[in-house]
Structures are given as structure tokens and as C-alpha cells.
């Protein structure tokens, strides 16, 4: 059986609501009726209605329209979206504005044309399933987006959460700084979070474009802008409008193409490639990057006028292990998220397993913390975790310590190359398994292999 619309009649005029019944029943609607204002209100208030047709002239007071305006008021308080329609038998368009600004959703004079108010109700209806449907949609896209908590015990959080407070809801750019690992892209989401802004979150990894596309996965080009160019493309910053732009990755951006950045930070302008009309961003800009400035500006790598733009603020995070206090909550957190994407029952770290962690020192700082939690997860069948379930990277006994010093001295691509082959033995060839194993993605490890003309399936076939 199809529910049919119901709708309240308020009118102190018996043979108004009569003929209105008439109408509305002939044509698929429920009516109820209701003489006065308080009659009304007491109706809406216990049952479901789902339009009103309010009369704004009662008995006790004619024409100035006051007892209707006061009802409509009382109808918005208890359900704001409520479509009211107001009724009037004069002329008076004080009235009706003072209706629509009290918010009712459309008028109507008495008598009325029968076809206008059949069709006034049903786009009154049609406008109030959009809002429903619409405030669902809004409703499903927050229950489905990450919340990032900012878990701040220690006092290096604690005063980077101040001034986190300070700027989080203000225009300014910021630069996040700080080693691999160490949160970077979560507090991005943070303060995306604090801001409250209508637009998306869009994070780009700058080291992840090619010199010959950055104009385009940047800026968007239209079609047959180039050769391939077979659709157009949007770019980030027009993804990011009225929302926030991450630049992950900042110091890879080519030196060619940084101009091109800058041109965009600092008149808020840009066209897309193969198009001359000129767009306009107000996306706000957070970058991040763990590479020193200052080196690579006197190194020519790097302009500084772009620097100045992108660090109005600079924050750095801490190393983990300069944050002791809060391991044991981000750790339970980390656990308690880990058990939800891989279907596992809740798992509880023991005292000794939270000793363990706290007392270590985490090279791969968050990163790493997760990755040691997430092979608990996958391999361990207990709910309670002990200390002697954690496998931990590197061993951080004062003996492992000692060792780890007199390590040969080497340039960084030959210590990359060694921890790659080392991670591709110990898992077999199985280049997912050693990308954990470093705490970098499966897009980064292959590119070091290619980088190193590594073959992953090699280490397989030595086993």
C-alpha cells in the first residue's frame, strides 16, 4: 500500500477546510484539519504530517496576519523541515513577506486557483524529499570519512595543538615539516577538520607527477589540449575549490614548474592546459615535506619567493620517540582500527606489550608503530597481546645499539639498495610484503626497484 502525502489544514473557517478536502482528497492526498493555531500545533506535534496549509487571518485578529505568523513560528521550532504554505485572503504583501522570512515555503491568495495550489503543494513536496534526501547524503558522506584525532599527552603535542588551535580555522598556508612517518598527512586532515570547510580534501603526491604533466594533474586540461588529451581533465586545484589542497611531497616539485605553483599562490589564478579563459581558486594550500629548505634554496633546487608563500606557518612534528606519552593511546588506536579492516575481534595490548613499545625508539616513527601493529593483527590469534608478539624492526637493546654505530659509512642509494635486497629476501621476492617491512608504499618500493634495476622475482627463486 503506497503511503499517500498528508497534509494539515489550519484554518478557523469550516467551509475553507471543507472545500479544500475536497480538492486535496480528490487529488491522492490525506488531510486532518485543525480551527486555531493551538489546535494545530498540538496535532503536528504528535503525529506525522508532511505539509501544512497555514490560514495567517484567525478570527480573533483579521488582517494583521499576527496569529498566523506566530503559528508559523511555533511550526519551525518543532520541525524545521516542515513545508508551510501560507494562506491569505488579502492583498497584502506585508504579509507575505513576513511569511516567507518567518519560513514558510510558498503562498497562496484565497480564493485560490484549485491547478496553482495542486501544484504549489506538490513542489513544495517534491523540494522537501530533495532536503531529505540530500541531508542522508551528507549524513552517509561524514559517517564514512575518516576523523582524525590529534592524540596530544606529551608537551611537544600539546603545544602543537595550541597553535594548531590558533590557525586551523584562518586562510593561512602551512608547511608541515618533520622526518618520514611522523604524521604529516593525518594532521593535514586534522586541520581540514578544524576548518569546516564546504570543499573536499585533495591530497596530491608531488613526487609522484612527471615533469611533463604537472601543468595538467595541477591545473586540468580540455580535450585535444595535447596528443592523448582524448577527455578533458580537472585538475587539482579545481577539485580543492572552496576545500583544502595537500602538497605532499613538496620538494620534489620540479624547478621548471615551480614558477608555474607560485603564479597560482600568489593572484589565486590559473588556466587550464590548451584553454585561455583564466580560473579562480580559493582552495587552501597545506604542504609537507621532511627535506631542508634551507640547503636546497642555497642549492638553486628550490625558489625561495615560493618557500615565503607556502610557510606562513611552519609546523614541525615530533619524532615518536619524543613523544613517549601518548604511544600507549596511539597504539590501542592503531590496534582497534587495524582489527576493524581486517575483520579480526578486538585486540587488547597487555602491560608488558605496551612496555615493549614504549620503551622503544621507532626509526619509522608512526609508520612504523602501525606496521608492528598491523603483523600483530594478521599473524597473532590472541585477543590479549603480549610483548613477546611484537616484532619489532630493530633491536634496541644498548648491545644492538653499539653495533648499529659502527655500521660502515655509506652514501644513502647504497643503503637503500641494501634494505631493499635485505626486505625482498626476508619476504621472499614478495614486493607488497618487503614495502611493509620499510614502512613505504607498493608505488615507492617500485620505484626504487626500477630506480636499481632490482628484480623482485630473483629473491624468490634464491630461496
Known amino acids: 500500500m503506497i503511503n499517500k502525502p498528508k497534509i494539515l489544514i489550519i484554518d478557523d473557517k469550516a ?8 480538492l486535496l482528497e480528490n487529488n491522492g492526498f490525506e488531510i486532518a484539519e ?5 489546535s ?5 506535534n504528535d503525529n506525522v504530517v508532511d505539509i501544512v496549509l497555514l490560514d495567517m487571518n484567525f478570527a480573533r485578529d483579521t488582517t494583521s496576519g499576527e496569529e498566523g505568523l506566530y503559528c508559523l513560528r511555533k511550526i519551525t521550532a518543532l520541525n524545521e523541515a516542515l513545508p508551510v504554505i501560507a494562506m491569505t485572503a488579502w492583498s497584502n504583501t506585508d504579509i507575505i513577506v513576513k511569511a516567507l522570512q518567518a519560513g514558510a515555503q510558498d503562498f497562496i491568495e484565497k480564493p485560490w486557483d484549485n491547478n496553482r495550489l495542486i501544484q504549489i503543494i506538490q513542489q513544495c513536496l517534491s523540494l522537501a524529499q530533495l532536503q531529505q534526501q540530500n541531508n542522508q547524503l551528507k549524513q552517509s558522506i561524514t559517517e564514512n570519512t575518516p576523523q ?10 600539546q603545544n602543537l595543538l595550541k597553535q594548531i588551535k590558533k590557525i586551523a580555522k584562518t586562510p593561512a598556508t602551512i608547511l608541515l615539516t618533520g622526518e618520514n612517518g611522523t604524521g604529516k598527512s593525518s594532521l593535514a586532515h586534522y586541520i581540514y577538520q578544524q576548518n569546516q570547510l564546504s570543499g573536499q580534501f585533495v591530497a596530491v603526491t608531488m613526487g609522484a607527477i612527471s615533469e611533463n604533466l604537472f601543468e595538467s594533474e595541477m591545473f586540468g586540461h580540455v580535450k585535444g589540449a595535447f596528443t592523448g588529451a582524448d577527455q578533458a581533465r580537472t585538475g587539482r586545484f579545481e577539485l580543492a575549490q572552496n576545500g583544502l589542497l595537500f602538497l605532499d611531497e613538496l620538494a620534489t616539485i620540479p624547478l621548471s614548474q615551480q614558477a608555474k605553483l607560485l603564479r597560482v599562490l600568489e593572484s589565486g589564478h590559473y588556466e587550464k592546459v590548451g584553454s585561455s579563459q583564466t580560473l579562480t581558486t580559493n582552495a587552501r ?3 609537507a615535506s621532511n627535506e631542508n629548505f634551507s640547503q636546497l634554496i642555497s642549492q638553486g633546487l628550490f625558489r625561495q619567493d615560493l618557500y615565503y608563500r607556502l610557510n606562513t606557518v611552519e609546523l614541525n612534528l615530533p619524532k615518536l620517540k619524543d613523544r613517549h606519552e601518548d604511544i600507549p593511546e596511539l597504539a590501542q588506536h592503531f590496534l582497534q582500527q587495524l582489527c576493524v579492516k581486517y575483520r579480526q575481534p578486538t585486540m587488547m595490548l597487555s602491560e608488558s606489550a605496551l612496555d615493549k613499545l614504549c620503551t622503544y625508539h621507532y626509526p619509522g616513527n608512526l609508520r612504523e608503530l602501525k606496521n608492528i601493529l598491523e603483523r600483530v593483527v594478521l599473524l597473532n590469534d590472541n585477543s590479549n597481546i603480549q610483548a613477546d608478539d611484537l ?12 653495533a648499529n654505530e659502527q655500521l660502515p659509512l655509506m652514501t644513502f642509494a647504497q643503503a637503500e639498495q641494501i634494505l631493499l635486497n635485505k626486505a625482498l629476501q626476508q619476504s621472499k621476492g614478495q614486493t607488497e610484503k618487503a614495502a611493509q617491512r620499510l614502512g613505504i608504499s607498493k608505488s615507492a618500493i617500485y620505484r626504487r626497484l626500477e630506480k636499481y634495476n632490482i628484480v623482485a622475482k630473483d629473491f624468490n627463486e634464491k630461496e
Open 34 to 38: 485543525a480551527d486555531s493555531p493551538v
Open 40 to 44: 494545530g500545533l498540538a496535532y503536528i
Open 391 to 402: 616484532t619489532l624492526l630493530v633491536d634496541n637493546t644498548p648491545e644492538n645499539k653499539q
Open 148 to 157: 582524525f584525532n590529534l592524540v596530544a599527552k606529551s608537551a611537544v603535542m
Open 285 to 287: 594550500i597545506i604542504s
Open 15 to 22: 467551509d475553507v477546510r471543507l472545500s479544500a478536502r475536497f
